[in-house]
């Protein structure tokens, strides 16, 4: 088992960067697939990014370009940087064990 805890969300204007971590309390390494999910009020949970072991990302169209998955397995770290937010950025954020443990979230808000 894994607890996995979400910080760095905020307030940001549109435009703006913020930069989520998800401090894990044991030893990533052997997870395959980290990941970010997010759920903005009225919709269902999206895929945001994952990242392998080996360091293979993968993106939602609507952040590629934007947004970038990091690992650090020597931290137990994962992290999302988000660049040039936009309103529809605005959700809870969850950093995913991917197929297992979920954190708790975090929110994001991006004011226009």
């Known amino acids: 088992q894994v607890q996995l805890v979400e910080s760095g969300g905020g307030v940001v204007p549109a435009g703006g960067s913020l930069r989520l971590s998800c401090a894990a309390s044991?030893?990533?390494?052997?997870?395959?697939?980290m990941g970010w999910f997010r759920q903005a009020p009225g919709k269902q949970r999206e895929l945001v990014a994952t990242?392998?072991?080996?360091?293979?990302?993968n993106y939602a169209d609507s952040v590629k370009g934007r947004f970038t998955i990091s690992r650090d397995n020597a931290k137990n770290t994962v992290y999302l940087q988000m660049n040039r937010l936009k309103p529809e950025d605005t959700a809870i954020y969850y950093c995913?064990?991917?197929?297992?443990?979920w954190g708790q979230g975090t929110q994001v808000t991006v004011s226009s």
């Open positions: 990242i392998t072991s080996g360091g293979s990302t």
């Open positions: 044991r030893s990533i390494f052997s997870i395959n697939s």
């Open positions: 995913v064990a991917v197929g297992s443990f």
